[in-house]
């Protein structure tokens, strides 16, 4: 905690700083404009501040600082004590007022006050999620392996790369990375780096200076100020500008930036998990995303896994949502068992987003302490089960060339999901044959990153057939 102490009388000044410093860091400052030299050159979590004083008065600075460090806590300090000056200095911006002759007591109880307050706002405001919204919900293979990769990276301030398709919870998995290692008041910032133009986004991540462009009519904090002391996490970093990417590339090599249209350097203390569903790798070798800032990122990377090829996960997914959406609702609703079986069987393609989207959309369509039944589930979801299972016997064709392929007879009785998992077995088998058991070539035949290709190995029991 960094505080600066702004008084004309050198004897409160001294007498402050000797008070203070061995709980913080601090430096003081003899009139307001000196205080402006030290605010744009280093940041101040704290100002106490005199109201008059030569050159540039308590309340001029004030504004000023509003300006420059709109996160800056500012308290004043004056000899006209009266409740007519604390309303003044509040209206203006103050966060608190202290009246002179100053008590030491009272000055540590005002200072702590504010810790409390900034940390009570970075819980508040900054952090996007509770915990309940963070819990890794499942028992599948996968999410023990994810909670193990966050045991093992939460305790470092390196950067986590999260890869895989879009609606696996990468968000969750950031979340959960960092309330493993920070405490409740320190924040969680989200940027979707595909929201926003170019212009906006660079303005949304390293804050802007007033007048720095059109509709600039005050300086803003980006999120990496926002983000200071907690965690910080880039979604669809793929989607990032080429000249965006140098910028980034420089906050993480030297952990510093400028606001947009600014020249004062602030320190980055957040650290950075980043995610996307694209192949950064191709788009480096297309000349579309940075090669140094891969390999900057790609330091603690994590492949997700769709929500098809962790099937045990959901129906405690569905409880968990179903129980979650009700109770932030304030409504009471139920599933038949029917509908129930038939969303555990749903293959989802858009993964957990999906499911919890249409979960929520069942709760919100059903009346007041209603039950969802089969015929209320949207079509592409009830009517699939029943497709698969009316599906008749296939024979298959004799004769056919190298790269053909002929799914494997259903009979019946025959579980849907089991048939679906021998065909996806037979599927993988048949690619590498084709191309001559090369895991990076057949990943890019069937459609999958390298990550989700191993995965489904490891389910099937596949064991490479030796070339002959």
Known sequence: ?????????????????????????????????????????KSFEIVLSDLK??????????AKIRELSPLTSFILM?????????????HAGADDYLSKPIEFAEVFHRINRIIELRAWNAKKILSSSEKSKTKLVGESQFLAETKKFI??????????????????????????????????????????????????????????EKGAFTGAVASKPGKFELAAGGTIFLDEIGELQLNLQAKLLRVLQEKEFCRVGGTRVIKSQARVVAATHRNLKELVDKGLFREDLYFRLNVLQYQMTPLCDRKEDIPLLINHFWN???????????????????????????????????????????????????????????NRPA???????????????????QPPAWKPGMAVEDYLDLIEGEVLQRAFEIVGENQVQAAELLGLNRGTLQYKIKKHNLTKKKSA
């Open 1 to 41: 905690m960094r505080i600066l102490i702004v008084d004309d009388e050198v004897g409160l000044r001294n007498s402050l700083k000797e008070l203070l410093q061995e709980s913080y860091d601090v430096e003081t400052a003899e009139d307001g404009e000196r205080a402006l030299k030290l605010i744009q050159e």
């Open 53 to 62: 004083m030569p050159k540039l008065d308590g309340l001029g600075l004030l």
């Open 78 to 90: 004056t000899a006209q004590g009266s409740i007519e000056g604390a309303v003044a200095a509040i």
């Open 151 to 208: 045991e093992k990276v939460a305790p470092v301030n390196s950067p986590v790369l999260l890869l895989g398709p879009s609606g696996t919870g990468k968000e969750v998995v950031a979340k959960a990375i960092h309330e493993a290692n920070q405490d409740n008041n320190s924040p969680f910032v989200a940027v979707n780096c595909a929201s926003l133009s170019e212009n906006l986004l660079e303005s949304e991540l390293f804050g802007h």
């Open 324 to 382: 979650y959406i009700c109770e932030d609702l304030g409504v009471k609703s139920s599933l038949s068992p029917n509908a129930k079986t038939v969303l555990e069987q749903y293959h989802y393609p858009g993964n957990i987003r999906e499911l919890k989207n249409i979960l929520e959309r069942l709760i919100v369509l059903t009346p007041q302490n209603g039950r969802v039944e089969l015929a209320q589930l949207p079509a592409e979801i009830a």
């Open 387 to 405: 497709v698969l299972t009316d599906t008749p016997q296939v024979t298959p064709v004799p004769n056919t060339t190298a790269n053909e392929f």
